[in-house]
């Protein structure tokens, strides 16, 4: 009887997984009613809702990998994700790490207006940030769709609130033995950093993914667009047929639902370690 009684799930612990298994379904549907779409035929679709086809074909997918070229937008999004999530986390992690271990004239100020970035929506500084790629000469370029996505605020915050939690005692025995700053940094710092780091990189990469406004301004090159730009100029090409277009977003997010499943515990584990989770 005490082993019986000892297996029993307590009433919370049953609260819990009920509740975690409600948000599943409701975070699945979208995903499921998406991939149930593209399997219908173009008139089907349109007709009164249900989930399961009645006649399974695969004419939107063999046409939304007929009409574009999906391998090259798929290197270039890998190109320009993991660049810019490479450059963040060098420049995020030194910021923070300088904003929460130094101390130098005018930090404060040079503090809020980092955080003064986070109010500010990306679409208001398009036009002054598209002047200013013109001006460069790096329109029509992978650097021009890079380089401006490489100063987050956010991520500088959270590294910040991480390095601040990081044990002094630490850094001052390295400075003892006679390490210099940067060797803490990479040496020490860095190291202990790697739940954090893995948080804002998984979040850098699928923000960098996602984005469409800012690689549509800045690129007119078919051969340089995007997984989200090109899988658009497919969906205009054939109007709204839904099957298409289910089919078209659903290439374009699978790498960010493999990313999301593979690395969900460093995604969890960073939000905790970074003090963020009750903010």
Not at 177 to 198: E, N, Q
Not at 219 to 225: A, G, I, R
Request: glycine share 8%.
């Amino acid at each position: 009887m005490t082993t019986r009684s000892a297996r029993r799930w307590p009433p919370a612990q049953i609260a819990l997984t009920a509740v975690a298994a409600t948000l599943s379904l409701i975070w699945l549907a979208p995903l499921a009613w998406a991939l149930s779409t593209s399997l219908k035929t173009p008139t089907e679709s349109v007709t009164s809702p249900h989930w399961i086809p009645e006649h399974v074909t695969l004419d939107s997918w063999k046409e939304v990998l007929g009409a574009g070229d999906i391998p090259n937008w798929f290197v270039n999004s890998v190109v320009v994700s993991v660049s810019v999530t490479v450059i963040v986390l060098l420049v995020a992690s030194l910021a923070g790490y300088g904003f929460a271990r130094t101390e130098f004239r005018g930090k404060g100020a040079l503090m809020g207006l980092t955080m003064a970035g986070l109010m500010f929506s990306p679409a208001i500084l398009g036009v002054p940030l598209f002047t200013t790629v013109q001006s460069l000469g790096m329109v029509d370029t992978y650097w021009g769709m890079i380089l401006p996505q490489c100063a987050p605020a956010a991520m500088v915050y959270i590294l910040y609130k991480f390095f601040q939690g990081l044990p002094r005692e630490l850094e001052e025995a390295a400075f003892i033995d006679g390490a210099g700053r940067w060797r803490i940094f990479f040496t020490i710092v860095l190291p202990l950093s790697k739940p954090s780091l893995s948080a804002v990189g998984i979040f850098t990469f699928i923000a960098s993914w996602n984005n469409f406004l800012w690689p549509y301004m800045v690129t007119n090159n078919p051969d340089l667009m995007t997984m989200p730009n090109g899988i658009a100029t497919v969906q205009n090409a054939f109007g709204i047929v839904w099957p298409q277009l289910m089919a078209g977003g659903l290439i374009a997010g699978l790498p960010l639902i493999i990313v999301f499943v593979f690395f969900q515990s460093q995604i969890v584990r960073g939000v905790a370690h970074t003090g963020l989770a009750g903010q």
